[in-house]
């Protein structure tokens, strides 16, 4: 698993995070308070359908598959999709996300293969 990080110069956002190969290992996108503008999962090397989880927690206190997440987003199998928050969702803690085959708080299998998470946050 890969992440990287961009510095945005446009108010769209003012940062870019892509993780290649999220799964069911708690990544950190951003450490600190944050708003979410968009986020894209890339789903298209799986059949079946991949759940991006998004918490309002740092990655090393959050659990997969016991933590509430404060976003559930599907991403159908094949698929790549993209989620715009033109308001924003503010995370008051961390952005930490996950990927897995379950929707909910309890699903903890990682997609059978990569899937590629791009989020836009300020």
Sequence with gaps: MAVSKTILPDRLGDNFTKVTGANNTAVAVATSSSVIYAIEVDNTANSANSFLKAYNLASGSTTVGSD??????????????????????????????????????????????SVTVKVVYT
Excluded: E, N, R, W
């Excluded at 159908?76 to 930490?96: E, W």
């Excluded at 996950?98 to 059978?112: E, K, L, N, W």
């Design 68 to 113: 509430h997440p404060s976003i559930v987003l599907k991403a159908p199998g094949t698929k790549k999709v993209t989620y715009h928050f033109d308001q924003g969702i503010t995370l008051g803690t961390a952005i930490t996300i996950a990927c897995v085959t379950t929707a909910g708080t309890a699903g903890t299998t990682s997609p059978g293969s």
